[in-house]
Each structure stands twice: as C-alpha cells, then as structure tokens.
C-alpha cells in the first residue's frame, strides 16, 4: 500500500525555519520524482515545488524560490522541504505527492500533510 507521511510542522515566528520530512512506502521511491504543495483553507492547494527521482534537479514557484530547498535521501525513502526565511503568508498545511504507475495506471497519492503556522 502506497503512503507518505509529512512531519515537522509547527508554529515558528516570521524569519525563522523549519524542514518538513515525508517518509514515503509501498512503492519504489527512488525511481519517482516527488513534489510539494500547500494549501490555505478555502484556497486552492498551490504547487510549492518539485525533485527528480534522483534529486539531480529542483524546481520552485516564485515566490518560495532562494527560501525553500527541496531535497531527497532514497536510501531513507524520505523527501524534505527545508523552508527558511518564513513569512505569515507561507502558513498553511504542507503536503508531499508523488504520482507512481500501478499496472498500466497512473495514479497520484497524497500525505495527510503537516500544518506550518508563521506568527508576525
């Protein structure tokens, strides 16, 4: 059974850090890519960034870019987010995806995400 579990949230003041770990099971984790997103209720979940299965190479929204590091350690099967220079704005609920192949499907599976809170 496919899982990722997010960890590593909590409340940290504007300007400080925190790193968010995902562990992932159930499927070969070092041949997929894995991505983040967040979401503020009432909101659209937003894409926060994305690593390659190897962690060769990164991408990130604007406005996170230079602040957030996404990284990867497949010996672990983990995938972190590592989030420096907070702001209020960057509060929501953190969450890993990874879409994998099941058969001849794709599908894309979720964490129940991690709640980041940045007090002003």
């Known amino acids: 059974q496919v899982q990722l579990v997010e960890s590593g949230g909590g409340l940290v003041q504007a300007g400080g850090s925190v790193k968010l770990s995902c562990v992932a099971s159930?499927?070969?984790?070092?041949?997929?890519?894995m991505g983040w997103f967040r979401q503020v209720p009432g909101k659209e979940r937003q894409f926060v960034g994305h690593i390659t299965f190897n962690g060769g190479s990164t991408y990130y929204i604007k406005s996170v870019r230079g602040r957030f590091t996404i990284s990867r350690d497949n010996a672990k099967n983990t995938a972190y987010l590592q989030m420096n220079n907070l702001q209020p704005n960057d509060t929501a609920v953190y969450l890993c995806?990874?879409?994998?192949?099941?058969?001849?499907?794709?599908?894309?599976?979720w964490g129940q995400g991690t709640q980041v809170t940045v007090s002003s």
């Open positions: 159930g499927f070969t984790f070092s041949t997929y890519g």
């Open positions: 995806v990874v879409p994998y192949t099941s058969g001849t499907l794709t599908k894309v599976k």
